[in-house]
């Protein structure tokens, strides 16, 4: 079942544009991070469950990139365009091969079920 996103004739047209641009930016260096690693965590300074996925990778043995935006302080507001996009509520976010895993308890079981291993093998 596909994820429900309002549809662009429910969006007035004078602010079709604003939302369609609307950190821009950062969502196209997500879309470059994710598609140049194998392994992407977004994630933010403070938080210690992003700290917990990238010790849990760390002791796998598996290489990942990291973008850290902001902190439970700052960049709040381009972290939610990073939710809008994935519709995941919380960081980290993981993703393996292009595909969003979930977050470190997600990663945690894919490494302890062998499964993060085979999606790198695939």
Known sequence: MPRPLLDETAIHPAIRQKVANLHADLLRQAQAEVAGNAVMVFGMSGNPWVGKAR????????????????SYFSQWR???ALK????WPT?????????????????ARLI???????????
């Open 112 to 122: 302890e079920t062998g499964e993060l291993k085979k999606l790198l093998s695939a």
């Open 55 to 70: 010790k849990a990778l760390d002791a796998a043995g598996v290489a990942h990139g990291y973008l850290e935006i902001g």
């Open 91 to 107: 960081f980290p976010m993981v993703f393996v091969r292009g595909v969003l895993v979930g977050g470190a308890e997600d990663v």
């Open 84 to 87: 809008m996009w994935t519709g």
């Open 78 to 80: 381009r972290r939610n």
